[in-house]
C-alpha cells in the first residue's frame, strides 16, 4: 500500500464544493502535487507545491495542507472535473524518492 | 511546446525485458529538469518507477530497483526505461513525464518541491 493514503471516490453536486484529501507521513515535511487524469488520457497536473495552479488551470481548483493531510479543494464543480485524482509527494523516509497516493475518482452529479 | 512520446514494443514476453523510449521535442534533456517513467495498470493507479537527471543521477522505486535501469541519449533528445525478469503484474501503460524542481525559502530553510508539468500520452505493453 502506499504511503499516502486517498478515499476511493468522492461524489459532489454540480456547482458544489467537494475537498479530496491525501493523507501520510510524507505531507509532514514534503509539499503536495496533484493530478487530474481522466479516462484514457495522461494525468493532467493542477496544483503543485501544495497550492499553486499551473496556467491554464481554473481557479476553483485550490490546495492545502495542515499537518499530515494535503487537500485539493473545487469551489464550483463542472461536470468536467470528473476523473481520477492523485496526489504526489516525497517518500519520508528516502526523500530523493517520489510516491502516489492510491488516487480518488470524483463523480459530478 | 514541449512534448513527449514513448515508444516501444506493446508485448513482451513473461522473464523478457521491457525497453521503452521517450522522445522530447521543445525542450532538451540537458536541462536542470528529472526525466521520469510512471506506470498504470489496467484499472489501477498511477506508480512511480523513477527518474533520471541530466548528469546520469538515477532514483527508482525501491520494489522494482533491482530491476530497473533508465539512460539518457543527449544526441537524441531521448531518455529510456528497461524492466527486466517481466511477468503479467508488469502489464501497465506507460508514461514518461518532465518533473521540474522549484524552491521556497521560509527565512530559515530552503524547501524543495517536484511537479511532473509535461506527460507523454502514454504506450501500453502487455506482458504474455
Known amino acids: 500500500s502506499s504511503e499516502l493514503t486517498q478515499d476511493p471516490a468522492v461524489s459532489v453536486a454540480l456547482g458544489q464544493t467537494v475537498r479530496i484529501t491525501c493523507q501520510g507521513d510524507p505531507l509532514r515535511s514534503h509539499y503536495a502535487t496533484w493530478y487530474q487524469q481522466k479516462p484514457g488520457q495522461a494525468p493532467l497536473l493542477v496544483i503543485y507545491a501544495t497550492n499553486t495552479r499551473p496556467s491554464g488551470i481554473p481557479d476553483r481548483f485550490s490546495g492545502s495542507r495542515s499537518g499530515n493531510t494535503a487537500s485539493l479543494t473545487i469551489t464550483g464543480a463542472q461536470a468536467e472535473d470528473e476523473g481520477d485524482y492523485y496526489c504526489?509527494?516525497?517518500?519520508?523516509?528516502?526523500?530523493?524518492?517520489?510516491?502516489f497516493g492510491g488516487g480518488t475518482k470524483l463523480t459530478v452529479l | 511546446q514541449v512534448q513527449l512520446q514513448e515508444s516501444g514494443p506493446g508485448l513482451v514476453k513473461p522473464s523478457g525485458t521491457l525497453s521503452l523510449t521517450c522522445t522530447v521535442t521543445g525542450d532538451s534533456i540537458s536541462n536542470s529538469d528529472w526525466w521520469s517513467w510512471v506506470r498504470q495498470p489496467p484499472g489501477k493507479g498511477l506508480e512511480w518507477i523513477g527518474e533520471?537527471?541530466?548528469?546520469?543521477?538515477?532514483n527508482y522505486n525501491p520494489s522494482l530497483k533491482s530491476r530497473v535501469t533508465m539512460s539518457l541519449d543527449k544526441s537524441k533528445n531521448q531518455f529510456s526505461l528497461n524492466l527486466n525478469s517481466v511477468t503479467a503484474a508488469d502489464t501497465a501503460v506507460y508514461y514518461c513525464a518532465r518533473e521540474k524542481k522549484g524552491s521556497d525559502w521560509d527565512g530559515a530553510r530552503w524547501f524543495y518541491y517536484y511537479y511532473m508539468d509535461v506527460w507523454g500520452k502514454g504506450t501500453t505493453v502487455t506482458v504474455s
Open positions: 533520471i537527471y541530466q548528469t546520469g543521477s538515477t
Open positions: 504526489k509527494s516525497r517518500n519520508s523516509s528516502a526523500n530523493r524518492l517520489k510516491v
